[in-house]
């Protein structure tokens, strides 16, 4: 048997540190936590009562500093400092929360093997169950395995109180706080199955050859045991493999790494632990391959007999696909080049904080697809496994990313946590060792411990490409380092070289090096705020208009990586998050990076990449029509059609030819109200039209739709219409949400500025929009 139970419902929460006597044998005497709040008996009945995901930072008051004194661009030290509210992390008061739930395990539970899994907890988290002392795990992004079996309490009520401290920094963005991910609770013989890998690799016109290893728990004396393997896609459930293993066939020399090895290889690991290692072939037109388009998943399903008796079934979803980073060709899936075009994103969504549950996630993703990314870089930790459940579900390649360059044990044990989450994942394409470790990154101390993590992950995944985001800077002068030999240490230590910015010395790159494949994993850093076509400095609010020349890079960086043995690149970002809000600090508690706002409404400059990125024909202008008449306009028009026009008013301003990677501007044109039009033309034919109408504010008025539902989730959007359904950017107004909506998890309105607290029970439209996520 095996369950895996959500551990997500019945918390009790109290922010802030709680002060107060505790038994000074606690750390002396085991089980001896008996005062404050790790006790039995503390009484927690005035906490707040929570579910998880819950991220307790993002319910905080961001601070006032209105006091402050600004500096130029009325921006503040981004550091800034006030009771823990950096102004980095969003303003948010990074503090203390305490955790505790009650929970029953039945008798018949005793003699099993009971864990307690928390997807993650930002941060530095002290864990104690029934006044015992169980965990204290600094990293606020790691899975955390809580083997709990000895301490548990059975056929009793059990105690577990968690304390967090979200004050300390793991990097300098919008981190959250809490038992922000899911937490379960898994019961499992004690004779059990634990790190079944699969892997395979497609042998040309000649099937697919899988490796497969696992470690089987607690088989003292193993004879008579028996593991069983079951294959069935996942769409279906059509079994398309079985394979019976004898355990006591073969006994053999232990190896120390997963490698691929055409024998089956049954040793012993000490204490009654034994590991597997074996390999199959499937024949070809067996298995379907995963690719974007065709997800294909397959379920293993793996039995462990004793004698007659089922001891442990574990399941693991995976798919089957080649991937390749070649020096000339670029990014290979399934022998396909393929153009990584990708987002670096951070986990945080509008109204959420941290606290995204898996419906939203894929929201996310499908809003990037859209967009035609096909490709994420979980910037700067590893992400959570639903996450890239969801990727493998939708077609989404993923570099994942640990959080700093580093072979401390500490950061070691980030490392294989990644990597055992990731490795059964088809989506995860690479791992990257660090991001712009410009301290680091000249000197042998880095190439070294590049080193020591690369060998480290093939050891435990030897499938799957190791990458870092390098950057040609020099610390000390803050300048671009022109050449590449400085880091040429590190860089030979990588499988594919992974460079950020600085597009313009790619070629150079190939020149020198050009049997090194090669990633632009970061790119772009363009600001707006969605809507805006007059810059405000005191709202903080960016007009993409007035910043022509970021954008013009922006147009000419997507160019430098498009020749082939560039596999792709990643943009930052595909979305807005709470943190590092920039080029305006404070009253912004978010950046403005990204393609779209922080919650999934396209700015204009989406527009360019989905012209280049998607399949779809796309046709999209700006400034809208609702700004001031008569004073002189640039019209800017992203496209993927042959030619364009622009129309205002009926008077057309002729028709400009694309080019490849590009977009047009028409100039110095004088702005009137009333209706513009772009068309695009293919062969001469009209393909693509937009209309954007002045809107008429008088007759503005609320519209709810539903923009996606998935399971007890619904994500609404809230939109100022006119009476022929014009966006009206410019009489915005609040919006109360209706009870019956279910239980309210958050709102936003894409905003930078905006303070009101997620789950305030009412938004402000911004620009004509917002957003309310609900559960019911
Ligand atoms: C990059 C960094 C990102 C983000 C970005 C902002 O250098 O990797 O995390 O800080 O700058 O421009």
């Given at each position: 048997?095996q369950?895996?139970?959500s551990?997500?419902?019945?918390?009790?929460?109290?922010?802030?540190?709680?002060?107060?006597i505790?038994?000074?044998?606690?750390?002396?005497?085991?089980?001896s936590?008996n005062?404050?709040?790790?006790?039995?008996?503390?009484?927690?009945?005035?906490?707040?009562?929570?579910t998880?995901p819950h991220?307790?930072?993002?319910?905080t008051?961001?601070?006032?500093?209105?006091?402050k004194?600004f500096?130029?661009?009325?921006t503040?030290p981004a550091?800034?400092?006030?009771?823990?509210?950096?102004?980095?992390?969003?303003?948010?008061?990074?503090?203390v929360?305490?955790?505790?739930?009650h929970f029953?395990?039945?008798e018949?539970?005793e003699g099993?093997?009971?864990?307690?899994?928390?997807?993650?907890?930002?941060?530095d988290s002290?864990?104690?169950?029934?006044?015992?002392?169980?965990?204290?795990?600094?990293?606020?992004?790691?899975?955390?395995?809580?083997?709990i079996?000895?301490i548990?309490?059975?056929?009793?009520?059990?105690?577990?109180?968690?304390k967090?401290?979200?004050?300390?920094?793991?990097?300098?963005?919008?981190?959250?706080?809490?038992?922000?991910?899911n937490?379960?609770?898994k019961?499992?013989?004690?004779k059990h199955?634990?790190?079944?890998f699969?892997h395979?690799t497609?042998?040309?016109?000649n099937?697919?050859?899988?490796?497969f290893?696992?470690r089987?728990?607690?088989?003292?004396?193993y004879?008579?045991?028996?593991l069983?393997?079951?294959?069935?896609?996942?769409?279906?459930?059509?079994?398309?493999?079985?394979?019976?293993?004898?355990?006591?066939?073969?006994i053999?020399?232990?190896?120390?790494?997963?490698?691929e090895t055409?024998?089956?290889?049954?040793?012993?690991?000490?204490?009654?632990?034994?590991?597997?290692?074996t390999?199959?072939?499937?024949?070809?037109?067996?298995?379907?391959?995963?690719?974007?388009?065709?997800t294909?998943?397959y379920?293993?399903i793996i039995?462990?007999?004793?004698?007659?008796?089922?001891?442990?079934?574990?399941k693991?979803?995976f798919?089957?696909r080649?991937?390749?980073?070649?020096?000339?060709?670029?990014?290979?899936?399934?022998?396909?080049?393929?153009?990584?075009?990708?987002?670096?994103?951070?986990q945080n969504?509008g109204?959420?904080?941290?606290?995204?549950p898996k419906?939203?996630?894929?929201?996310?993703i499908?809003?990037?697809?859209e967009m035609?990314?096909?490709?994420?870089r979980?910037?700067?930790?590893p992400?959570?496994?639903?996450?890239?459940?969801?990727?493998d579900?939708?077609?989404?390649?993923?570099?994942l990313?640990?959080?700093?360059?580093?072979?401390?044990?500490?950061?070691?044990?980030?490392?294989?946590?990644?990597?055992?989450i990731a490795?059964?994942?088809?989506?995860?394409?690479?791992?990257?060792?660090?991001?712009?470790?410009?301290q680091?990154?000249?000197t042998?101390?880095?190439?070294?411990i590049?080193?020591?993590?690369?060998?480290?992950?093939?050891?435990?995944?030897?499938y799957?490409?190791?990458t870092?985001a390098?950057?040609?800077?020099?610390?000390k002068?803050?300048?671009?380092?022109?050449?590449?030999?400085?880091?040429?240490?590190?860089f030979?230590?990588l499988d594919?070289?992974?460079?950020n910015y600085?597009?313009?010395?790619?070629e150079?790159?190939?020149?020198?090096y050009?049997?090194?494949?090669?990633?632009?994993?970061?790119?772009?850093?363009?600001?707006?705020?969605?809507?805006?076509?007059?810059t405000?400095?005191?709202?903080?609010?960016?007009a993409?208009?007035?910043?022509?020349?970021?954008?013009?890079?922006g147009a000419e960086?997507?160019?430098?990586?498009?020749?082939?043995?560039?596999?792709?690149?990643?943009?930052?970002t595909?979305?807005?998050?709470?943190?590092e809000?920039?080029?305006?600090?404070?009253?912004?508690?978010s950046?403005?990076?990204?393609?779209?706002?922080?919650?999934?409404?396209?700015?204009?400059f989406?527009?360019?990449?989905?012209?280049?990125?998607s399949?779809?024909?796309?046709?999209?202008?700006?400034?809208d029509?609702?700004?001031?008449?008569?004073?002189?306009?640039?019209?800017?028009?992203?496209?993927?059609?042959?030619?364009?026009?622009?129309?205002?008013?009926?008077?057309?301003y002729?028709k400009?030819?694309?080019k490849?990677?590009?977009?047009?501007?028409?100039?110095?044109?004088l702005?009137?109200?009333?209706k513009?039009?772009?068309v695009?033309?293919?062969?001469?034919?009209?393909?693509?039209r937009?209309?954007?109408?002045?809107?008429?504010?008088?007759?503005?008025?609320?519209e709810?739709?539903e923009?996606y539902?998935?399971?007890?989730?619904?994500?609404r959007?809230?939109?100022l219409?006119?009476?022929?359904?014009?966006?009206?950017?410019?009489?915005?107004?609040?919006?109360?949400?209706?009870?019956?909506?279910?239980?309210?998890?958050?709102?936003?309105?894409?905003?930078?500025?905006?303070?009101?607290?997620g789950?305030?029970?009412?938004?402000n439209?911004?620009?004509g929009?917002?957003?309310?996520?609900?559960?019911?």
């Amino acid at each position: 048997m095996q369950e895996l139970k959500s551990f997500n419902d019945g918390w009790k929460f109290h922010f802030g540190d709680i002060e107060t006597i505790r038994n000074r044998w606690g750390w002396a005497k085991s089980g001896s936590f008996n005062q404050g709040p790790e006790s039995k008996a503390y009484d927690d009945s005035d906490w707040k009562n929570v579910t998880l995901p819950h991220d307790f930072v993002f319910e905080t008051k961001v601070y006032d500093y209105s006091e402050k004194e600004f500096g130029k661009d009325n921006t503040i030290p981004a550091m800034e400092d006030v009771n823990n509210a950096h102004t980095t992390a969003g303003s948010f008061d990074k503090n203390v929360g305490w955790y505790r739930k009650h929970f029953f395990i039945p008798e018949e539970y005793e003699g099993k093997k009971i864990y307690l899994i928390f997807d993650g907890i930002y941060r530095d988290s002290w864990i104690y169950l029934n006044e015992f002392f169980v965990e204290h795990e600094p990293s606020g992004y790691s899975r955390i395995i809580l083997d709990i079996t000895d301490i548990a309490a059975y056929g009793e009520e059990n105690i577990l109180s968690i304390k967090c401290d979200a004050r300390q920094a793991e990097g300098w963005f919008y981190e959250g706080g809490g038992i922000y991910r899911n937490a379960y609770l898994k019961v499992v013989e004690e004779k059990h199955i634990e790190d079944a890998f699969i892997h395979g690799t497609p042998v040309e016109n000649n099937g697919v050859h899988m490796n497969f290893s696992c470690r089987l728990c607690n088989l003292e004396g193993y004879d008579q045991k028996y593991l069983n393997l079951e294959i069935c896609e996942k769409r279906t459930g059509k079994v398309v493999k079985k394979i019976d293993y004898d355990l006591e066939e073969i006994i053999s020399e232990p190896i120390d790494k997963y490698e691929e090895t055409d024998e089956k290889l049954i040793f012993e690991l000490g204490d009654g632990d034994l590991r597997l290692v074996t390999s199959f072939e499937f024949e070809e037109d067996e298995v379907k391959m995963w690719s974007l388009d065709d997800t294909n998943l397959y379920e293993l399903i793996i039995t462990l007999i004793d004698g007659d008796e089922i001891c442990n079934v574990d399941k693991k979803t995976f798919g089957i696909r080649n991937i390749e980073f070649d020096n000339n060709k670029g990014f290979l899936l399934n022998g396909e080049q393929v153009k990584i075009k990708g987002v670096c994103c951070h986990q945080n969504h509008g109204g959420l904080g941290s606290a995204v549950p898996k419906e939203v996630m894929r929201y996310r993703i499908k809003k990037l697809k859209e967009m035609g990314a096909n490709g994420y870089r979980g910037a700067h930790y590893p992400l959570a496994e639903d996450f890239l459940s969801i990727c493998d579900e939708e077609g989404m390649v993923v570099m994942l990313e640990t959080r700093v360059l580093s072979s401390a044990s500490k950061d070691l044990s980030e490392l294989e946590r990644m990597v055992k989450i990731a490795r059964n994942h088809p989506s995860v394409i690479m791992y990257s060792i660090g991001n712009e470790e410009a301290q680091t990154q000249t000197t042998s101390q880095g190439a070294r411990i590049a080193r020591t993590m690369k060998k480290f992950i093939k050891h435990l995944d030897p499938y799957t490409p190791v990458t870092m985001a390098l950057l040609m800077l020099d610390m000390k002068t803050n300048t671009q380092i022109e050449d590449y030999k400085l880091l040429e240490g590190i860089f030979k230590e990588l499988d594919v070289a992974g460079f950020n910015y600085h597009s313009d010395l790619y070629e150079k790159f190939h020149r020198e090096y050009p049997d090194i494949p090669f990633i632009c994993t970061e790119q772009g850093t363009f600001k707006s705020t969605r809507g805006c076509y007059k810059t405000d400095a005191q709202k903080c609010h960016l007009a993409i208009n007035e910043k022509r020349d970021w954008y013009m890079f922006g147009a000419e960086r997507w160019r430098h990586c498009k020749p082939e043995w560039i596999s792709g690149l990643f943009i930052w970002t595909g979305f807005d998050y709470y943190g590092e809000p920039t080029p305006f600090a404070w009253p912004a508690i978010s950046s403005q990076f990204g393609a779209m706002d922080l919650c999934g409404n396209p700015k204009d400059f989406y527009y360019f990449y989905k012209s280049w990125w998607s399949k779809d024909e796309v046709i999209h202008a700006y400034p809208d029509m609702n700004g001031e008449t008569g004073v002189p306009t640039d019209y800017y028009v992203f496209s993927n059609a042959e030619e364009v026009e622009l129309i205002l008013n009926g008077k057309s301003y002729g028709k400009k030819a694309m080019k490849d990677g590009d977009y047009l501007i028409w100039e110095n044109i004088l702005s009137e109200h009333g209706k513009m039009e772009v068309v695009g033309y293919r062969n001469g034919k009209e393909v693509s039209r937009e209309v954007n109408e002045t809107a008429d504010k008088k007759s503005a008025r609320l519209e709810v739709t539903e923009d996606y539902r998935e399971g007890n989730i619904v994500i609404r959007k809230i939109a100022l219409l006119d009476k022929n359904r014009n966006l009206v950017p410019n009489a915005d107004v609040r919006f109360d949400i209706p009870k019956e909506w279910g239980e309210f998890l958050g709102a936003s309105n894409g905003d930078p500025s905006d303070h009101t607290p997620g789950k305030a029970g009412y938004v402000n439209t911004f620009h004509g929009l917002a957003q309310v996520i609900t559960r019911k």
